[in-house]
């Protein structure tokens, strides 16, 4: 049997931008997408801790080192400048893998830099 799991989170991540005319998807500074083990163009969940709002999109590459999080298309209606998400990626796993499998979860603090790795 294969089982959903989290396979990477990024822990209350400010919006920094939102952009209505942009075709869609959601701008992650490139330090977070590696340190969460994250990959572009993947299919990313995102939770508003402001309001609520649980939706999905997909990763573009935002300037390394920026912390960038830009939301983008109708992606941009869910979230307000300076709202807080969890981002969250989650992958197929056997029982086997899911006995040694850790999840990356990257805290980051107001700016979106990188406080801590769990």
Same mark, same amino acid.
């Given at each position: 049997m294969q089982r959903i799991?989290? *396979?990477g989170k990024i822990? *209350?991540?400010t919006v920094t931008q939102c952009d209505?005319?942009?075709?869609g998807s959601c701008?992650?500074?490139e330090d977070l997408i590696e340190a969460a083990g994250m990959t572009v163009f993947e299919r990313i969940e995102l939770y508003n801790v402001n309001n609520g709002e649980r939706f999905a999109t997909y990763? =573009?590459?935002g300037k390394r080192g920026s912390g960038e999080i830009s939301l983008n298309g109708a992606a941009a209606r869910r979230a307000h400048l300076g709202d807080?998400?969890? =981002?969250c990626t989650y992958g197929l796993m056997d029982d086997e893998e899911i006995k040694t499998f850790k999840p990356k979860v990257v805290l980051v603090d107001e700016k979106n830099? =990188?406080?801590?790795l769990k």
């Open positions: 799991m989290l *396979r822990h *209350r991540a209505l005319a942009y075709e701008a992650i500074d990763i =573009i590459p807080l998400l969890i =981002i830099k =990188i406080t801590g």
